[in-house]
C-alpha cells in the first residue's frame, strides 16, 4: 500500500483537543495512522499541563499511532514529528526567513516560537500502544503563550491556510515515519534533526521539574536527549525540561 493511503483524516470545526479526540478514538478501537485536525480548540493542550490558546486560522492536528515501535524506538519518534513540522513550515514561508527545531520539538521563526508539539501515549485496555503526536502551528495568529516570544508564518509573509500548511504537514509525517519504521532511518533523522536545530555548540539553560542547568548545547543523542556540558565539564543527558537561550 502506498505510505499515503495509510491515512485517513478527520476534520472537525471545534473540539476541546485534537489530542483527546485522537486518545479517545484509540480507546474507542481505531487502528491507527489517524490524522484529526480541528479549526479551533476550546481546551487546547500544551506541555507540561500548559493549554495552548487555540483561536481560528491556525493549524491543531493529532496524529495516532498504535503500536508504531518497541517502546525504545518510541523515544525518537519526537524527531520525526518536529521534522515533519519544520518541513510543513520551510514550505509555507517566504524564502530567506529561516525555521529552526528548539529542543526537545519546538519551531522557531527566526528565533521566535511557532510550532509546538505535545505527544502522548497511553496503553490500551486490550494492551495496545497509542502514541498520539499533536502539532499545533501558528499559521495567521500568534497567541500568548507566557514562556517565549511568539509568532506566525503570516506574520513573516507566508500566505498560505492551515489547510494547506496541513497538506504538507501530512505528506513531510507519512515521509518522516516510513524512513522511522526502517531501523536505519534513525542516523539519517538524528542527523537532519542536528542540522536544523536551533542552538547547539551555544550557553543554555534547561529547566528542569526540579530546578534548572546551565552550559553549552553540545548535541542530541540517538534518543532524543539533549546533551549537556555543565560548567564543571560534565556531560548531562536531558530528556525533559524548557530550554532558554542566552
Ligand atoms: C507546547 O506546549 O508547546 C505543545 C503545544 C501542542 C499543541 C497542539 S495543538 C494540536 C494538539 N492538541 C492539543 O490539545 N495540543 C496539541
Redesign the pocket.
Given at each position: 500500500m502506498a505510505e499515503l493511503d495509510r491515512f485517513r483524516h478527520l476534520a472537525f470545526d471545534e473540539i476541546?483537543?485534537?489530542?483527546?479526540e485522537a486518545l479517545a478514538a484509540a480507546r474507542a478501537g481505531d487502528p491507527g495512522h489517524l490524522w484529526i485536525t480541528?479549526r479551533r480548540?476550546s481546551?487546547?493542550?500544551?506541555?507540561?499541563g500548559?493549554a495552548?490558546t487555540?483561536v481560528d486560522g491556525n493549524?491543531?492536528?493529532?496524529l495516532l499511532l498504535i503500536e508504531p515501535a518497541p517502546l525504545l524506538a518510541l523515544q525518537s519518534l519526537p524527531l520525526v514529528a518536529a521534522l515533519a513540522a519544520h518541513e510543513a513550515v520551510a514550505s509555507a514561508l517566504p524564502l530567506g526567513i529561516e525555521a529552526r527545531i528548539k529542543w526537545p520539538?519546538?519551531i522557531l521563526i527566526e528565533g521566535r516560537?511557532a510550532?509546538?508539539?505535545?505527544l502522548e501515549s497511553e496503553e490500551l485496555p486490550d494492551g495496545r500502544r497509542a502514541v498520539v503526536a499533536?502539532?499545533?502551528i501558528n499559521v495567521a495568529q500568534a497567541p500568548d503563550?507566557g514562556l517565549y516570544p511568539v509568532t506566525s508564518i503570516r506574520e513573516l509573509g507566508g500566505t498560505l491556510s492551515a489547510d494547506e500548511v496541513f497538506a504538507h504537514l501530512y505528506r513531510s509525517m507519512a515521509a518522516g515515519l516510513s524512513l522511522w519504521n526502517r531501523g536505519e532511518g534513525l542516523r539519517a533523522i538524528v542527523a537532519a534533526w542536528r542540522s536544523r536545530a536551533a542552538g547547539i555548540g551555544e550557553r543554555i539553560t534547561v529547566n528542569l521539574p526540579n530546578g534548572s542547568l546551565s552550559g553549552t548545547f553540545e548535541n542530541i543523542d540517538e534518543e532524543g536527549q539533549l546533551v549537556l556540558r555543565d560548567d564543571g565539564g560534565a556531560h548531562r543527558l536531558i530528556s525533559a525540561g524548557d530550554v532558554f537561550f542566552h
Open positions: 476541546p483537543s485534537t489530542n483527546s480541528a480548540q481546551a487546547g493542550r500544551g506541555r507540561r500548559r495552548w487555540s493549524l491543531y492536528a493529532s520539538n519546538d516560537k510550532v509546538g508539539i505535545l499533536g502539532i499545533g503563550h
